[in-house]
């Protein structure tokens, strides 16, 4: 990654601007408090984050520092080897866990490289994204030979950061006025993947960006970042690009589109990116909560009434999967798939409203 390749150059309208705003706002939630004699003071401040932010940071969160040290450190191991070693255990359609530095978000390259591994080894998706094919197929993960113990601190890396994911998806349904175990059902056979994120140094950080412009579209992301730093969300009040600062042993947390959909919009997947830096490598780890791969995705009912009708139509989560990975190998020639093509139209919501009203 030396010189910058036309197939990184972002578009006028997306180039990051070179002042930083840093996000005051996004709250910190200490998960130390005690859910039973202080618990509706925690779900009420979880809740306010996904509303207003759909982003926040925990501390106290319950994952030892040992262990996030430990992948960090065999995190640079890893990419600190030359080329032809990390090509060895390469992505491909048909292996889609193991290093990639040739992903795309919106069609455009991203400044980066990455090792992809499951949280469930293996996990079962559909065979392709055709909606008549009801076959299905294995993912395995692939592991490099160096450093030998990647995989052993991998796996209880994610084994730490699953238990967070339980705790904060249940919150949320508490702050959503749902059973603590709502949701917990839909990830009994979960695809959830984690990833390493290599952000080597840019020659042009004002043309390139470490990770373009993007929305997750699972259900939760736990993030581990450095304290180089580089993520930006975009504000929901008014749509500026705001900076995360790096809060040492912080995870920073979004909302993904499964959420989105579940509360039928009371909370929203934000959007976000990674700019790149000219002088620093960074490094982070996200892990992507998302359920089994035959769940339904639709709004609850429990959350959907005739006044408030729900918003999306039902989706396959592993068709929905199955069809993102695809795009991060190849250019495509139109968007990938998003939640907005499962949206009601709002032409169609307002006439379900003035039934439900002229009914009522």
Known sequence: MGEVDPAFIQDLEHRPKLAIIEAEGIPLIDLSVDAVSDG?????????????WGFFQVINHGVPLEK????EKAAREFFGQPLEERVKIRRAEVRVSGYSNTEHTKNVRDWKEVFDFTRKNPIIVPASARPDDKQVVEWYNQWPEYPPQLREVCEEY???VEKLCFKLIQLIALSLGLPADTFNGFFKDQISNVRLNHYPPCPAPELALGLGRHKDGGALTVLAQDD???LEVKRKSDGEWIRVKPTPEAFIINVG????????????SVE???IANSEKERFSIPFFFNPAHYTIVKPLEELTSEENPPRYRPY?????FVTRKGGN?????VENIQISHFRVPESELANRFEKAVSVA
């Open 40 to 52: 509706s003071t925690l779900v009420s401040d979880i809740g306010d984050a996904c509303k207003k």
């Open 68 to 71: 996030r040290e430990k992948l």
């Open 257 to 268: 589109d499964i959420i989105q959909v579940w509360s039928n919009e009371r909370y929203e």
């Open 272 to 274: 976000h990116r990674v």
């Open 158 to 160: 994610a084994e730490e």
């Open 329 to 333: 190998f190849k250019k495509l020639d």
């Open 316 to 320: 396959n989560w592993g068709k929905f």
């Open 228 to 230: 180089v730093g580089g």
